[in-house]
């Protein structure tokens, strides 16, 4: 462990508070899923703030203070979130970089906004975290509302004519980006067959699967996370069946293949454009490799989060959370991710998805779908 990886006590709802932290120190925190089912996420999350406020604090700190990294854990529960945002807040933390979940970044916006502290989401795509109106929200990712268009114009223009299944996890997440793929389908004159639901940490899918086999499903798309949707894929091919499996951004962890196994070849999701491979990114992804850490999915989008908040505090010369998110607002921001701008609601203003397939050896990689 790195001097500047800081170590920290459980408090309260799963809060931990770094021990090292001085006075003097600008006191920052990650929240997120850094235990449960969603904890590879969290760990992503964990490792891209920890290697920015080393960088930054490598660089001097910001206004000539060291940052201290505090922790929150979620667990993706709603009622944890909020525990752990009022627990931040009651601790007058300017900015966290949280949550994972939307299920639980939405309601602990709520307690951020009454405790003045600005929240900058690097996963959070649930179109509703930056549609209420709140002062403090932000994110650096895409929203489901133009991630579940990508996955609809994939589907229409490669299973035209085929049989769709759409199934969701009833989480804010999953349902909403289950919805959303609908919407855009029927937009298309694409129905669905089947439209069903399963609950989050189900384990056995087999009725499910016998719907989708009597169906002749050959698509099945799935608006949940990636323990459910290796299960799914797993029990699918238990049944014989071929379908393809094709779900959102929760998929994007080496965790999916060690569910499935060989038997990820060839399924599908979406991701904005590898930020692994952008130039912006290519000194920071070195700095991971040499920890042996892939920064994939959401690691760098985290990274940016810090990135994005330093440079405005640098030139507000302030942590004053309603003067930094107004210089956000209004500013052009240089992060590892490229360059980010904001519109008045905290979205960013250029969303570019792509869809990634899986190989048989446990990696994925974006796909040209001209040329499927």
Not at 287 to 296: C, L, V
Request: glycine share 8%; aromatic share 8%.
């Amino acid at each position: 462990m790195t001097p500047l990886k800081l170590l920290g006590l459980a408090f309260g709802a799963s809060l931990a508070l770094s021990t090292t932290a001085l006075a003097q120190d600008i006191k920052v925190a990650v929240a997120g899923p850094m235990t449960g089912s969603e904890s590879a996420f969290g760990r992503q999350m964990q490792n891209g703030a920890e290697q920015a406020v080393a960088d930054l604090n490598a660089a001097g700190g910001v206004l000539g203070k060291k940052l201290a990294l505090q922790t929150g854990d979620d667990a993706c529960d709603p009622k944890q979130a909020r525990s752990v945002a009022e627990k931040i807040a009651s601790d007058k933390v300017p900015f966290v970089a949280g949550h994972f979940c939307s299920s639980s970044s939405i309601p602990a916006s709520e307690a951020y906004a009454d405790g003045n502290v600005l929240q900058i989401t690097p996963a959070s795509t649930n179109p509703l975290f930056t549609e209420r109106k709140l002062w403090n929200v932000l994110r650096v990712c895409g929203r489901d509302d133009q991630q579940g268009l990508v996955a609809a114009d994939y589907i229409v223009k490669h299973f035209k004519g085929k049989n769709v299944a759409i199934l969701n996890d009833k989480t804010t997440y999953g349902k909403g980006l289950a919805d959303e793929t609908k919407k855009a389908l029927n937009k298309a004159g694409f129905t669905e067959k089947m439209f069903e639901s399963y609950n989050k940490g189900d384990k056995d899918f087999n009725s499910i699967v016998s719907r989708l086999k009597r169906d002749n499903i050959d698509l099945v798309y799935v608006g949940g996370y990636h323990q459910e949707a290796g299960l799914i894929l797993r029990q699918m091919r238990d049944q014989g069946l071929k379908t393809v499996l094709m779900a959102g951004d929760a998929m994007n962890d080496k965790e999916f293949a060690s569910i499935t196994g060989p038997l990820a070849e060839g399924a599908l999701f979406t991701f904005g454009p590898d930020p692994r491979l952008k130039p912006t990114a290519k000194a920071i992804v070195e700095k991971f490799k040499a920890k042996n850490i892939d920064p994939e999915g959401y690691t760098l989008y985290t990274y940016a989060a810090f990135q994005v908040w330093s440079q405005a505090v640098a030139k507000e010369k302030s942590t004053d959370p309603k003067k930094v998110i107004a210089a956000i607002k209004g500013g052009t921001w240089d992060t590892v991710l490229g360059k980010l701008s904001f519109d008045a609601k905290g979205d960013i203003k250029v969303i570019d998805y792509v869809v990634y397939k899986w190989d048989a050896k446990g990696n994925y990689a974006q796909i040209d779908a001209k040329a499927m």
